[in-house]
């Protein structure tokens, strides 16, 4: 805890220029979520080095590269500056912008499809588009921003369970909490599926999309770690996050309303 502790998620603190240090400096979150202890054991690893060798290597195997558990101290040659360098050179590249911005008219028509299902539940009285349209919009549009993944019928399906199945939590946010599915024994509710096994089609799916077709050999990680790698990522920001915030949105202000 040292000179400032949480509680109920509050950083409580009676020195400003504490709370200034903690705010602006390197952050070292370590396997916590929240208040919530990780299960470091089931984050993803470096399988390999596959450029460096030795000491020199910023991923050896064995190393984590979960992001957030990365020490951020600002240095370009560390894993956590290296890992966020590889997410911006090619999923939020200018082609990534380019797929999620208004002149793009496969992101629009997925947008455009979403508000007339929701404009239409919504004159029903029916708000089953919280549970399905939307949580189905915010996987089709990042998927395809990012990756440039124009999802088919079983990728989404692949997917919904990943980051969605079985209401919340779902089974790829659950796989960081519960120890029970260590070992294979990961079955999600209502499938035959298991979560180990869905999570290597999402990663399989990752690497054949056109957003990593260039991503080179060269790396300071594989394309196969990468991929697994963004796997926490879009399990508790590419898809919760953003589904969160539209929920808020589409619940709060503009309930009864659509904005443009």
Request: charged share 20%; aromatic share 12%.
């Amino acid at each position: 805890y040292g000179e400032n502790f949480v509680l109920a998620g509050k950083v409580l603190t009676t020195e400003p220029q504490v709370m200034e240090r903690y705010l602006t400096g390197p952050s070292a979150r370590g396997y916590h979520l929240h208040s919530y202890r990780l299960l470091k054991p089931v984050f993803p690893t470096a399988s390999e080095c596959p450029v460096f060798s030795g000491s020199s290597c910023p991923f050896a195997k064995g190393d984590a590269t979960f992001l957030l558990s990365l020490d951020n101290k600002g240095s370009p040659d560390e894993p956590h500056a290296l890992l966020r360098g590889l997410m911006f050179k090619f999923l939020l590249d200018p082609a990534a912008c380019a797929r999620g911005s208004k002149s793009d008219s496969y992101a629009m028509s997925l947008l455009t499809k979403f508000k007339a299902k929701y404009v239409k539940q919504l004159e029903a009285g029916d708000f089953t588009w919280s549970d399905v349209e939307l949580p189905a919009l915010v996987i089709h549009w990042f998927h395809y921003a990012l990756f440039g993944l124009k999802l088919d019928d079983k990728q989404f399906e692949t997917l919904w369970l990943l980051y969605l199945g079985e209401g919340f939590p779902p089974p790829g946010l659950k796989y960081y909490f519960w120890p029970t599915v260590i070992g294979g024994k990961d079955k999600i509710a209502g499938t035959t599926r298991l979560l180990s096994e869905v999570r290597a089609d999402a990663v399989k799916m990752y690497e054949a999309s056109v957003g990593l077709k260039d991503y080179k050999t060269d790396a300071p990680l594989s394309k196969s770690d990468f991929c697994n790698a963004m796997i926490p990522i879009m399990t508790l920001a590419g898809i919760q996050g953003p589904l969160s915030g539209a929920l808020g949105v589409l619940k709060g202000k503009w309930h009864g309303e659509v904005p443009d």
